[in-house]
């Protein structure tokens, strides 16, 4: 079919389009600057954090020394996009360098009869392209310390151990198997120390779990990384570790010292203070080890938007669970002072949109490993070390929960999103309701320009309609908030 034919056929446009965006990784094919040994890798992946909640991404409050020092050291980003706006497809996506509708993890993972209701998987097959599985069978050791979220909470017990996923060695939290850290919330009020469990303490082997304070968290899984790392410095291999902190995400329980006032944006602080200073522990120790230093690249970002009345998401519209930029966009930092030119240190990447799930097939051409698979994931390794300030060059999809078409004072949210260039559109599943932003003029998202940009509008909503029909469905058009034991008889 002629090109000509094409564009008068929008759908059939955006389908030969779609199909040109899914990125290739074939064996051989370099596509970033090949470091000299393959670099350890640590992804710190903060949860519910927003954009704006790092004092060097303007955050007021409390100063977050340990990230800032990161960031004057390496490079912030300002337009990384996190694939979801919400927790389990947001891992999904960071984990495999796919959209996380294929793998049908379109929401959090909950109970097994709302996931079945909300069209979900139970948790990601094990068959999924991991990040953590790559670098594993090119010798690196793999360690997952956190949030897990991706299978293995509230009533469903049979999900694949992290292990299964690539990973060596890990310690997750209540929304995982396996050895796993479950938090005792105390209030300081004199009322009884409660365990946050949401059912985790009946699932798998209860000699697995420890319980400990919530402020201390983070602490745990810090310090089992650390462990981790000593032991791969013994063994004289290179290292990847997801470090995936839990408690910035509510209920917040800080110490005692840091609950002010006790309302809900003071122990958001509270928990961010102490969460910086818990990381700082690890970053102290890769930054005084020189062989560490010289080839170690950390990332820190977020895995959404804030929960309405805590974090902070700068100067963009929308919260958690929105396809807003609020929802989706989250602060990046890089680091690593042995493959990042001096004369980029402490500088800010303001024109580079790219999202989570680039980071895939960059970190594995970073550390030179190969690989057959298709990634919605473009390789930008090359931009995230400072030298360029490429983007995607593939539009990016969004598709909201299944369960939140009304949330945080929004009574019919958008179901689809696509980031095309500077331009930004939201639609409906069928593509009406359309919103168009120009993100370089207005990225607070306050004024609709669809009427003043018909073709914009029309090419953006036949792609990104395109885009979702090709994507395995939830029950996103149909969700029911009650559940069936609930619904009225005759209803």
């Not at 909950?110 to 599985?133: D, F, I, S, V």
């Amino acid at each position: 079919m002629k090109f000509f034919q094409l564009s008068k056929n929008p759908i059939a446009l955006a389908s030969l389009l779609l199909a040109l965006t899914t990125y290739w990784a074939p064996p051989g094919q370099l596509t970033a600057q090949e470091v000299a040994e393959p670099p350890n890798i640590i992804l710190v992946f903060i949860d519910d954090m927003g954009w704006g909640d790092f004092s060097c991404f303007g955050n007021q409050a409390v100063e977050t020394q340990n990230i800032d020092r990161l960031a004057k050291e390496g490079i912030r980003f300002e337009q990384f996009y996190v694939n979801s706006p919400i927790c389990s497809p947001s891992r999904v996506a960071i984990s495999t360098g796919q959209y996380p509708a294929r793998w049908k993890i379109t929401s959090y993972l909950a109970h097994r009869e709302l996931n079945q209701r909300r069209g979900m998987a139970q948790w990601l097959n094990p068959e999924a392209p991991m990040l953590a599985r790559f670098l594993q069978e090119s010798g690196y050791s793999t360690g997952h310390f956190g949030k897990w979220h991706m299978g293995g909470q509230r009533d469903v017990g049979e999900a694949p151990l992290i292990s299964k996923y690539g990973f060596d060695q890990s310690l997750t939290n209540f929304e995982g198997l396996g050895p796993r850290i479950l938090a005792l919330k105390d209030a300081y009020n004199g009322k009884k120390v409660t365990a946050h469990t949401l059912g985790s303490d009946k699932l798998g082997n209860p000699a697995e779990i420890t319980y400990v304070d919530r402020s201390l968290v983070t602490q745990s899984f810090t310090q089992s990384a650390l462990q981790f790392i000593k032991k791969s410095e013994s063994e004289e291999k290179p290292f990847y570790i997801n470090l995936w902190p839990d408690d910035v995400h509510s209920p917040f329980f800080p110490p005692e010292a840091r609950r002010s006032d006790g309302s809900k944006r003071a122990l958001y602080h509270g928990v961010l203070d102490t969460m910086d200073e818990q990381l700082g522990v690890l970053f102290d120790y890769v930054r005084n080890s020189p062989n560490l230093q010289n080839n170690t690249l950390i990332l820190v970002c977020s895995d959404n938007g804030p929960e309405k009345g805590a974090g902070s998401a700068g100067p963009f519209r929308g919260f958690k669970t929105h396809l807003f930029e609020g929802g989706i966009r989250s602060s990046l930092i890089a680091w690593a002072p042995g493959l990042i030119d001096s004369d980029k240190t402490g500088t800010v990447n303001t024109d580079s949109w790219f999202s989570a799930m680039d980071l895939v097939p960059s970190l594995l051409s970073l550390a030179n490993v190969k690989t057959n698979t298709r990634f919605d994931g473009q390789p930008l390794g090359s931009m995230i070390l400072g030298n360029t300030n490429e983007s995607r060059n593939a539009p990016l999809f969004f598709r909201r929960p299944p369960d939140r078409d009304s949330f945080y004072g929004i009574s019919d949210c958008p179901d689809l999103a696509v980031r095309d260039g500077d331009w930004k559109l939201l639609c409906e599943y069928d593509g009406t309701q359309a919103e168009l932003y120009n993100l370089k003029l207005d990225r607070g998202e306050k004024n609709n320009v669809a009427s003043d940009h018909p073709d914009v509008t029309r090419r953006l909503t036949a792609s990104v309609v395109q885009w979702h029909q090709t994507m395995p469905q939830d029950a996103g058009s149909t969700f029911d908030a009650t559940p069936k034991s609930r619904k009225p008889k005759n209803r």
